[in-house]
């Protein structure tokens, strides 16, 4: 299988970032905006000054707000936020034949639905090979060409291994892994853990909570996501615990930084005014806890950061409600 010709869906900060990478790995890669703005700043200037400021994108990567410039693609990145894929795949059901692959690079849960992101594609692109990029990778840093390593997974590990190849490169470190389930879930749940992170540090709780607060979001990660077919050492890989401690210790993390706005005392309303950068975990923290009260699942933080987000609890009730649970056995 050769995949050369990449598109990348998203000019947000991932899917920029993952363009360079692309290109950086031998391949040819060209962007789709869903802003027309952002395709002619991208053609104009070489760089995509509101999602990835201070990047020169090399002249190559070519930029467009036309759907209809992917149809000749080798394979697709899809790094649009969560919540627009559907819409985003739907209009790819004119253009994208089905025996060529598509990799989802976002992170979450569609909300109307609680469809994960190969579930919706199922749905939306029947017939199209699905795979799943995720692990802890700051866009800017993969950019700039730091050290990364992340997971590719793929039910047919033929193309596991071809996105590998087409993809990696020295300092871009892809393992391919069989756990679609294991590696999407983990991404997913994961940026809602980072807003409880943020709150800790926002409220000047301490490290030691931060810790507890990492420690105890994993075992509701594994709660929820190994019944449905994630394995635990997934989930205490790249795309799990590695991007979990990512997302709830660096600051670039904008589920972090929400997070830590929160703690400060801001509303989620006027944290998210005027911003267009995405934290995803504002729309997972609603559908998780739903899901996860319905098979029973005890994920107290994500239900935390739900009440918070959405049902108006105030900060310190709901961490006075976690520390005041009854003590019992850690495993
Ligand atoms: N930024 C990162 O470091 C990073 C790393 C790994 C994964 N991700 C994931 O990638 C996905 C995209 O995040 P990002 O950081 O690139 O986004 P971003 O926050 O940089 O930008 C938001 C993007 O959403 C797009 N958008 C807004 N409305 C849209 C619509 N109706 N239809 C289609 N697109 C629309 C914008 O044009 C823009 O491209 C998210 O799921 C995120 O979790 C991000
Ligand atoms: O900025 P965040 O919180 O969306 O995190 C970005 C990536 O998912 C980190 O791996």
Not at 53 to 60: A, F, K, V
Not at 182 to 188: D, I, R, T, W
Request: glycine fraction near 10%.
């Amino acid at each position: 299988m050769t995949l050369q010709r990449w598109g990348v869906l998203g000019a947000g900060a991932w899917g920029t970032a993952l363009a360079v990478a692309a290109l950086r790995a031998g391949r040819e890669a060209r962007l789709w905006a869903h802003r027309p703005e952002i395709a002619a700043l991208i053609a104009a200037l070489h760089e995509n000054p509101d999602y990835l400021p201070g990047i020169t994108l090399d002249s190559r990567i070519g930029a467009s707000a036309d759907l209809a410039s992917m149809r000749d693609c080798d394979a697709l990145l899809l790094a649009v936020p969560a919540q627009h894929l559907r819409e985003v795949s739907e209009r790819l059901v004119p253009i994208w034949p089905q025996g060529r692959p598509v990799v989802i690079c976002a992170k979450g849960i569609e909300q109307s639905s609680g469809l994960t992101m190969t579930a919706l594609l199922a749905r939306t692109l029947p017939g199209v090979p699905v795979a799943v990029l995720s692990g802890p990778t700051f866009a800017g840093e993969v950019a700039a060409d730091l050290p990364t390593a992340a997971t590719v997974a793929a039910t047919d590990a033929a193309l596991g291994q071809a996105i590998v190849e087409a993809l990696a490169a020295p300092r871009f470190r892809l393992y391919w892994s069989g756990d679609v389930t294991g590696v999407e879930l983990g991404g997913a749940i994961k940026n809602v853990l980072a807003i409880a992170c943020g709150i800790v540090i926002g409220r000047r709780l301490g490290d030691n909570a931060r810790a507890a607060l990492i420690a105890r979001g994993l075992a509701e990660m594994m709660r929820f996501a190994v019944p449905r077919g994630a394995k635990p050492e997934t989930l205490m890989g790249l795309s799990g615990l590695g991007d979990l401690v990512l997302t709830c210790s660096g600051r670039q993390s904008r589920n972090l930084s929400l997070g830590i706005a929160l703690g400060e005392g801001k509303s989620l309303a006027d944290y998210q005014a005027g911003r267009r950068s995405v934290a995803e975990g504002i729309w997972t923290a609603s559908v998780l806890r739903a899901q996860a009260e319905a098979a029973g699942i005890d994920m107290p933080i994500a239900t935390a950061v739900d009440d918070i987000l959405n049902r108006g609890a105030a900060i310190e009730t709901a961490i006075g409600a976690l520390l005041s649970r009854p003590f019992r056995a850690e495993g």
